[in-house]
C-alpha cells in the first residue's frame, strides 16, 4: 500500500531553514506528482507548492517563491522541501501529498491528493 | 484566486444526516475533493471528483457539486465522523491552483 513517511519535528530559530523529508513506498515513484501542505496551530490547511516526481517540474505559489524550494530523490524515492528565512508565523505542521491519479502529462491537474503523510511539526522560535 | 467559503461548525445527531457546504463562483464547474482530519491526524481524503470515495470510506459519505455550492453528505452518522472537513478544488492558471476551503468542524451530539 501507499506509505507516505515524513522525518521528525523541527526547531528552528528565526532567519534559519529547514528541511523537511518524505520518503515513498508502495507504488512507482516517478508516476505520481507531490504537493506540500502545512497547517499552523489550530488553523487550515495552505497547500505550498508541487513537484513532479517524474520530471523535476515545480509550482509555488507566489507568496512563498523565494523561499520554498520542492525537490526529490527519485534514487530513493524520497521528496523534499525546504524553506528558508523562517518566521514565526512558519511555525506549522508540514504535510506531504501525493496526487491521488497518473496525470498524463505529468503536470499539476485537478486530480485529489490521495495519500498524505503522518506531518513534520516544525517551530520556529527564538 | 479563488475562494472556497465554508461554515465554521456543523452539529448533528448520532444516525442523523450531515451536509456540509462549500460554497464558490461557479463551483458547478469545477471537480471538488473533500478531507477529513481527525484531531492530531493527517488529513484523509473522503470524496474526489464531487462524487466519488476512494477505497474504503464508507458509502455513508457522498458529495454533489451544482451552481454555486458543493455539498460533502454524511449519512447515518456515527461518533467516529466527527472531525474536520475541508473541500478543496483546482484553479488552473492561478497563482494557488490548488485552493482550499477554511474547513468545517462536524460535531456530533
Known amino acids: 500500500q501507499v506509505q507516505l513517511v515524513q522525518s521528525g519535528a523541527e526547531v528552528k530559530k528565526p532567519g534559519a531553514s529547514v528541511k523537511v523529508s518524505c520518503k515513498a513506498s508502495g507504488y512507482t515513484f516517478t508516476n505520481y506528482g507531490i504537493s506540500w501542505v502545512r497547517q499552523a496551530p489550530g488553523q487550515g490547511l495552505e497547500w505550498m507548492g508541487w513537484?513532479?516526481?517524474?520530471?523535476?517540474?515545480?509550482k509555488y505559489p507566489q507568496r512563498l517563491q523565494g523561499r520554498v524550494t520542492m525537490t526529490t530523490d527519485t534514487s530513493t524515492s524520497t521528496a523534499y522541501m525546504e524553506l528558508r528565512s523562517l518566521r514565526s508565523d512558519d511555525t506549522a505542521v508540514y504535510y506531504c501529498?501525493?496526487?491521488?491519479?497518473?496525470?498524463?502529462?505529468?503536470?499539476?491537474?485537478?486530480?485529489?491528493?490521495?495519500?498524505w503523510g503522518q506531518g513534520t511539526l516544525v517551530t520556529v522560535s527564538s | 484566486s479563488y475562494v472556497l467559503t465554508q461554515p465554521p461548525s456543523v452539529s448533528v445527531a448520532p444516525g442523523q444526516t450531515a451536509r456540509i457546504t462549500c460554497g464558490g463562483n461557479k463551483i458547478g464547474s469545477r471537480s471538488v475533493h473533500w478531507y477529513q482530519q481527525k484531531p492530531g491526524q493527517a488529513p484523509v481524503l473522503v470524496v474526489y471528483d464531487d462524487s466519488d470515495r476512494p477505497s474504503g470510506v464508507p458509502e455513508r459519505f457522498s458529495g454533489s457539486n451544482s451552481g454555486n455550492t458543493a455539498t460533502l453528505t454524511i449519512s447515518r452518522v456515527e461518533a467516529g465522523d466527527e472531525a474536520d472537513y475541508y473541500c478543496?478544488?483546482?484553479?488552473?492558471?492561478?497563482?494557488?491552483?490548488?485552493?482550499f476551503g477554511g474547513g468545517t468542524k462536524l460535531t456530533v451530539l
Open positions: 478543496q478544488v483546482w484553479d488552473s492558471g492561478s497563482d494557488h491552483p490548488r485552493v
Open positions: 513537484i513532479s516526481a517524474y520530471n523535476g517540474n515545480t
Open positions: 501529498a501525493r496526487d491521488l491519479n497518473i496525470v498524463v502529462d505529468h503536470s499539476l491537474g485537478s486530480t485529489a491528493m490521495g495519500s
